[in-house]
Every structure is written in C-alpha cells, then in structure tokens.
C-alpha cells in the first residue's frame, strides 16, 4: 500500500509540474507499458552481461579482450536489428597490455601463496623470481635516501601507509536510503558535497606524485619486483595501472598490487627485522603493433522528416581494468544500455529523432573514447570550437556507477531539465526511481557532452558492494550482480531515450562552458 | 552512564545469589584489579598472537609448522616462570602434510588467476598441469553414471550446488546484542537451539558421505585434478580436508578448494558448452617419518599443601588449518590461555592448587589432542574407566570461539556453578561479559573433558567475522584481531582460573555421563 500511496503523490506533484509548455515531462504511458512488458518479460541483459564478462573476460583498452568484446557487441547490436552499427576510429591510445600470468607467494619464514594483481602496463618477471623483501616507506622524497644501496636484488614492499585491518561492522552492499534521496534532491549547493555517492575516499592510495620517482629510485638501486597496494581486504584487491601506456614509457620493474592482509603480514614480519623471502612468476604482455582504439555505435533512425538529423545518444564505457571482468564496472552499464536500445527496436519503436548508442573505450585512462567522438563530432572542449553536430544532440545518458538500480538522476545544474525528468520518473517511482537531484556529478563519459555544451547525464544507482567490493577490484565479476537491478534500469533508460527523442523540443540546455585550460587535468 | 547502571545491577544480583555457601561465587576484588592491571597495562597478548601467527605460519596438526609453534610456546612459557613445562606425546596421528606450492589459473576463454588452496592431505600436480575443465554435478551416486568414459586427462569442477552470490546486505562482522544474550541465560532448554552461536548452518557443503565413492570413480575414469568448495566470496576461501591422513589412505587426485565466485564462472562457461581450459602447479608434502604429536603442558604449581596436587586446567587448540596462519582458530585462543597464565605468574599469584595451562594439537581432526591427553590421563570415554587422576581436576576452561571478547560462559548444563560463575562475572559487567546460560555448546576440547565427567567450560565471545570470514579460511590472519577483545578475554579467564584455584572446594560436578558407544562420532 505504501508504495502505491508514494507514488500516487510523486504523480500528482509532476502533474502539476508538467503542463508548463515546454517544460512538461508528459509521459506516453502506452510506450511505458511496452517498455516494461518487453523488459521485464523478455530481459535480454544478464545474457549480454554473461558475453561481456565470463565469456569474453577483462577489456583494458588496448587488450585483445577490449576488442574481441567490441566485436562481439556490434554482432549483436546487427543480430538485434540495429542500423548502422560500426565501431569508430577515436584515435591513439598507446601500448596495449595483458596478463599472461600471475603467481606470487612467501616463501620464507614458511610458504604462504599470496593474493596479488600485476599493475596494468608494468612487466612480469618472465620466469620465477626469487629474492629478499624489504620494507621500503616513502612518504617524502627525502625518505628515498635511507634506502640507497640497500635495494639491489631486493623484492620491495612498497607501503607509505599504516593499514589497519579492523572488523567489519558494516554491510558491503547497501542501498540510497529515503533520507539520503532526499537530501540529495533538496540540497542548495552552498555544501561541500561528495560528486559521486558510489565512490568512497581512498585514504589508503599512496602518493600518486611521488611514484615516478620512486620508480626511477628503485630501478637505479637494482630493486628487481615491488608490492604494492594495500587497499581491499578478505581477498578482494583493487587494481590500477602502475606504469604509462605510453610509446617512450620509461622503464618500470615488475609490480603487483595486494591486498592488505598480504601486505600487512609482509609489513609486520619485515618491521620485527624477519627475513622474508618471495617468489613472483609474472608474464604480461604488450600490444605494439597498432594503438588504434574504437567506440562501438549502432542507431534506431529518427522517422520525423524535421527531426531525424537530430540525435538522442545513451552510451556506457565497454572498458574495464584487468582484475576481473569488470562486471559493475562497467559490464553492467553496456549491458543496460545495449537492452535498453534493443527493448526500443523490440517494441517497434519509431522514434522521432535518431537514438545512437555508443559503448566508449579509454574511459579509465581519463574519458577518452567519449572525448575523443566528441571532438570529432561536437566540438574542442579546450578551445569550445564547437562543429555543427554539436546542435544536433538532444542529450547524452550513462550509466557507470555499478550494477545498482536506477534511483533517480542528476539534472547536472540543469534546472530546466528538472521538472521534464520529474516527469518522465513519474512512472517508475514504485520501482524505487523518484529523484532529481540538481547536483553535478563527474567522472564518467556524461562529462565529455557537457563540457562542450552538450546536455549529459548521469542517473542516480544504488551502491550496492560498488566502492567497497567491486570498483576496479579482482571480485568485479557476474556474481556481483542482480538480474532486478540491470532489469529496471534498462526499462527506466529506455523511457528517457524514448521520451527525449519524441519531445517536441530538444532538452533545453545550460549556458554554454567558458575555455577552460585547465579541462585536461580534469580526471587523473 | 548505562554501563555503569547495568553493572550495578549485575553485582546487586549476584551478591543475593553468592553468600550461599558452597555456591558462593565470591570474588577477592584485589587480585581482580592485580590481574586487570597487569592484562590491560602490560599486556603481550598481541606479541604472542603475532609469533604464533605472522612469525610461525599455519599449524596443521602434523605439519613443520605446528611442531615449531609448540616449541616456541614451550620456550616462551619457560621464559615466563612457568614450571613442569613440557610438550607432552598423545600419540599417533597419521601422515603429515603441507603446501610448497599452490597456483591454479584459467588458461581458456582467456587468462584469469584463480584463488584456490589444496585441501589438506591431497597430492600436488607436482609439475604445471594443464587440462580441459568438466563440470560434474553428482548429488546422488547414480548421477555418477553420466560421466563414464568422459572424465579421462580432464579437470573435474565439481559443483553440486547451485551457489548463487547475492550482494551482501549484512556486515561480516557482529557483537552479541542485550536480546541474544539474555535469550541465551533465560533459554529454557524445550527449544532446538544452535549450539554454537558463531558457527553458522553451512547450506553449501557438498554432501560428505558421497566424497570416497566419487573420489574413487575420477581416479578410475583418469580425471586429473579436482576443484570443489564453494564456501565463501570476495577471494575468501573455506578450506578443510580433502583426503584422510591414515597410513593407509586411498590414493586420491590434486585437489584445489575454491571460492564461490570462480567457481562459478568456471560453472557458467561449462554449462553455456564453452571451452575451458584449466592450469594448475601445486606441490604438496607428506611427512611420513614420524607420527608423534604433542601438546603443550605448562604449570605454576599449588601452594596449599592440601590441595596443590588439585588441578586447575586452562587450554585452546594450538593447531590451525593451512589456508593462512590460524589467527582466530585458534591463535587467539592460545595466545589468551598463554596471557591468561603470565598474568597470574606476573602479578605472583599463589594459587592453593596447581594451575596448569594445556595447548591442544589435531583439535581440528576431532579434539585429538585434548582426548588423547584426557584418556592418559584421566580415562577413557568410551568405557568410562576412570583413573585417579579424573578426582583430581576442579575445572577445565577453554577458549575457541574466535577473537571475539567475552561475554560469558556456557554453564554447559551444570546447574550448580551457575551462581559461582554469576559471581566471577560480575566484576566484568562494565567489559561487556554478563551471561551465564546454562547451555551445552559443543565442538571444542573442553568436550573431552566433559565427557569423562570433569567440569569442562568454554566461554561466550561475540562472533565478530569468525563464521562469515575467518573459520578455517584464507583471511584468518593476524589482521583480523583486536587487541582490545583479547585483553578482555585474557583478565577474565585469569580471575576465572585463579578464583577456581583459591576456592575452598573443587567445582561441583554433573552426574557422570553414561557409557556411550557412539561418542566417538560426537565430531566430524
């Protein structure tokens, strides 16, 4: 009864919201119960999550899984009727990098086989390596001198950092409380606010400035592998790169990515002056041959004669990191986004407008596929010289903050845009969707559109185990996630690209960015 | 505040039910506060766990390191003034067995680390294996016959099960609240009630009594490795045995227990008719030269000449399983024991009877060490022959419910030292340690003392993440204690100890148990 009661309330507060002309968010509920029916009886999207993860595995831009997935995704996007289905040239990436094989264990003061991940773009030892580990702490770089000629044929445990390891009192997986909805929507913008619910502060990251030239350091001093990390605990580990991808990359030793546990008992053993001995067999390789990278992009045609040069466009990061296979991140937001477009095409959907999916690669080296189509197609956010497509462009949708159902979305500073999308949620508010929040929200591909002027958006997802067990971790994989979940978020996503390719108008649009030098370093 | 009213009515309680004679539970509050200060301000509870731990590694019974782990502890125990230290023979055990090496990967669809650990006492692949992966479902013996002729140069993923990983709502780790503890005193014994509070049902265990036939027929059909288990997530993995340590054990295959989500990929792929190869290099050994296991005995004798040949006995299970370093099954319970008895030496305790502390080997395999201790020397269970000896022990007290702190003492249905142990309690109130329930808990070495009728005890601790995370897993490292917990368990079971020592008659005894044929299957 609760529910019914919520949301004949959410109704009637869009109702008196949506007759402002231009403004109103009217829903096609004839569309919606299509929509529904195809996404909750036929749900395609835990099949197309089981391609892109077990079957296909981890997609690291430049690896051949990355590729063999992009493949795969617009094979089905032309088996499901799609027109125009390609992947894209969005330029150069750099060397692509793989695992071949991982193995690290302790081997004295007794055998213990550790957890450990190599970081993306490091070498592997090529064979079984032995040696001394030390405890090397680098917290400034006046630090490095203690440790000068003590490094040579040494195995470094790399840790700036004093990890506690403590109960854990609080669930993994949680959903947005009514409170924190609430206050989401409600808040004014005078508050310090976090940009990204799903992603917590990580006060355990070493020093991201500092490691190249400990880099440097330890490859000058002979050190022959490094143990890092220390963030994810019970076996979970998060993973990042530890080298660059790029062509002239400088050298870098060998490096694996722990856990804390594994970390802490190396720390504790070499702290009480224990000898410990570890053996690492590491094969990584790297892609030299090509560089190219590609999006993914298949259309439903718009069928207005005035609007089908027009573009609605919904999208999702393909890429993961290469832990796992990247489920949450972002196997379900390609999932989503490719059942959304294929419940469209299922329905018979005849939109006005053109719908384009795009599924991006390089998000995780900083938004690179979304950047690099947008400026091929819209526009230079460093200099705003903008091309004529970027009018064309009714609005951007992602999704990218795990496998959690959609629980809202952020209007991104909108606020004309607030009372439409009020109104296209009306519908959904007993399946948990009720909020606008005004707020901005980064970090993901919605922010390539954006900064050229170009209307994206982000919806609002329960966190689920999203910051504290998946994000860019080696447990990122199917298990993670919720058939429900992925359901009613590919139902909520095709709505909105449906009622936004059949608005009369384009979605109205913020003043447009001033130049802004310092984009580039917006992200990493 | 409330801290400070609850103590209050704890003690107004007790002090109604202690002043009746023999059942007094009266408390010298001097040596309670002696014994607080030298377990809070000087303790070395965490030293010790660390060298049992970090520095020794895990304790199999039977392995190198549980024989290095009792020599350190007899040292140890030496150092502090303890007498008649000595590690004691109970007799033979079987084969010894350790890991040397343990790696386990898929090779096919494409590259993935897996975490796996041997179960104990099965061989290594001595040597990198390489194979196809079958998935067999055997639930019941005649589903064995679908795989005849199939099995030959394949690794067998053997699920029963259909484990399905759901986002984790509920935090790993957990205290006892008011309600479950008062259910716990007030328990009136017509309900079925779990014995074992922090030993949680285990839905996902494979059915055992059908693991010889199987192990037989994949011998016999020449599969090659095994990979079962399932218990557990996150790159938590549930370890146990997987083959018997007899002389003349069967010969079985390589065998790896894994966690629940790669097991589960490894299941999809296979039930999707993907191929799956597998690769797996694990060197295990057997120690066959000798047999002979210890336990630990250490003691500070009585001081009263008519009770000091009277005995007080504290003790917990030294050994551990092989995943990790048994930090909380049961190096806690040791390293408390072992604080327990250096506190009293530390404050110069003179006890009226011989205090004597006892660390167990193969509590795991079935209380092994604590019966074979009890049998020498106190009689033997299963005729119920007693020996002069038996008379002798005023209580026994054991700790192996993980590294959770106190919070009372299951009376183990012995309705005359509940107002002596309601009295010993009451000074702890304000640590958290109240209850007294008069229940049975079962699965530990005071078992053994219970069942030739001595008054054997183990203690109530909050579960923290002992059955969700550390219970005979991979994560069950130093990591996972609090210092805090263990002081507090150490200062009680010291009072505890000391108060049994001082008091004027033995504890009150229970009828003795009846003659029980079937005892020896009590445990695994």
Chains 1, 2 share one sequence.
Do not use: C
Request: charged share 25%.
């Amino acid at each position: 009864m609760r529910k019914i009661a919520k949301y004949a309330v959410a109704g009637a507060a869009i109702i008196s919201m949506s007759f402002r002309g231009d403004n109103a968010g009217q829903v096609d509920m004839h569309t919606v119960s299509l929509i529904k029916n195809e996404g909750f009886r036929n749900s395609q999207v835990m099949n197309t999550l089981f391609e892109l993860t077990d079957v296909n595995g981890p997609r690291l831009t430049g690896s051949q899984g990355m590729y063999t997935a992009e493949l795969w995704a617009a094979k089905q996007l032309k088996k499901w009727g799609m027109q125009n289905v390609h992947i894209e040239r969005w330029g150069g990436f750099g060397k692509g990098w793989q695992i071949d094989k991982s193995y690290i264990a302790m081997r004295e003061p007794y055998y213990q086989p550790l957890i450990g991940v190599p970081r993306a773009w490091t070498p592997g030892t090529e064979g079984m390596l032995r040696g001394d580990a030390i405890l090397v702490r680098i917290e400034k770089l006046e630090d490095m001198a203690q440790y000068s000629g003590k490094l040579r044929g040494k195995m470094v445990v790399l840790s700036t950092l004093n990890n506690e390891t403590k109960p854990n009192f609080t669930a993994d997986a949680r959903r947005l409380t009514d409170e924190e909805l609430h206050k989401m929507e409600m808040d004014n913008h005078t508050e310090e606010v976090a940009t990204n619910l799903s992603r917590k502060a990580q006060p355990g990251r070493p020093r991201v400035n500092l490691r190249p030239q400990i880099d440097s350091f330890l490859m000058e001093e002979g050190a022959i592998a490094v143990l890092s990390g220390g963030r994810g605990t019970m076996g979970t580990v998060f993973t990042s790169n530890g080298a660059s991808r790029k062509w002239d990359a400088k050298p870098v030793l060998p490096e694996m990515e722990m856990g804390n546990e594994h970390l802490a008992i190396l720390g504790r053993l070499l702290d009480a002056g224990k000898k410990v001995t570890l053996e690492m067999d590491s094969w990584t390789s790297f892609i030299t041959t090509d560089s190219t990278e590609y999006n993914v992009i298949a259309e439903i045609p718009g069928t207005d004669p005035q609007l089908k040069d027009e573009v609605v466009m919904l999208g999702a990061h393909l890429d993961s990191w290469h832990a796992s296979t990247g489920a949450t991140d972002n196997g379900t937001g390609s999932a989503v986004m490719m059942e959304a477009i294929r419940i469209l095409k299922a329905i018979g959907a005849k939109p006005r407008r053109t719908i384009r999916l795009a599924l991006w690669s390089g998000e995780e080296q900083g938004l690179l596929g979304s950047r690099g189509y947008v400026k091929k197609h819209f526009g230079d956010r460093l200099t705003m010289k903008l091309k004529p497509g970027q009018k064309m462009v009714s609005a951007y949708y992602n999704l990218d903050n795990g496998g959690g159902k959609i629980r809202g979305i952020f209007a991104q500073e909108n606020d004309e845009v607030r009372s439409i999308f009020a109104g296209w949620l009306a519908p959904f508010a007993d399946l948990g969707a009720t909020t606008v929040t005004l707020r901005n929200t980064g970090s993901t591909d919605h922010i390539s559109f954006d900064e050229v002027g170009i209307p994206g958006f982000q919806f609002i997802q329960d966190p689920l185990e999203y910051g504290t067990r998946t994000h860019h971790t080696n447990m990122d994989s199917y298990d993670r996630v919720s058939a429900n979940d992925l359901q009613q978020a590919s139902v909520i996503v095709a709505s909105f690209v449906y009622h936004t390719a059949m608005r009369t108008q384009k979605l109205p649009r913020k003043p447009l960015p001033k130049v802004n030098k310092a984009a580039d370093s917006y992200r990493r």
